[in-house]
């Protein structure tokens, strides 16, 4: 299964009582192992979680920390980005020319780069002498 139908078939597992907003994320690791997450909503916004941050918690807990493509997807009109907080997410474990491909339901896919996604990323280097 690649990771368009894992990101589709996790997305039915979210918890969206609230927004019926369902997203799922695939992603895989330098040695193939791919790691999943969906949305996990809250009454008390905005303790939820989203989908990409759920696959990146899975592979930090299986003790891997680097992605080398990702899929995220949603019914929605046009393919669904990342949040802001989850593109800082994926370039903290990804390289800047890593893919994400965005899908909807529907079809559609946008390709884009982490560094697409998020230009002036945040980084180590912001840290180094600090």
């Not at 799922?24 to 996990?40: I, Q, W, Y």
């Not at 989908?51 to 990146?56: P, T, V």
């Not at 899908?103 to 998020?118: F, I, P």
């Amino acid at each position: 299964m690649n990771l368009r139908d894992r990101a589709e078939q996790v997305s039915r597992n979210a918890y969206a009582p609230y927004s019926k907003f369902h997203v799922g994320a695939a992603l895989k690791t330098p040695d193939g192992t791919v790691f999943t997450g969906c949305n996990v909503e809250n009454v008390a916004y905005p303790e939820g979680t989203c989908a990409e941050a759920g696959a990146i918690a899975a592979m930090c807990a299986a003790g891997q920390r680097e992605i080398v493509e990702m899929a995220v997807i949603a019914d929605s009109p046009d393919p669904v980005p990342p949040c802001g907080g989850c593109r800082q997410k994926i370039a903290e474990f990804a390289a800047p020319d890593m893919r994400v491909t965005l899908y909807n339901l529907q079809g559609d896919a946008v390709s884009m780069t982490v560094a697409e996604l998020l230009p002036g990323a945040f980084s180590q280097d912001h840290m180094d002498g600090a």
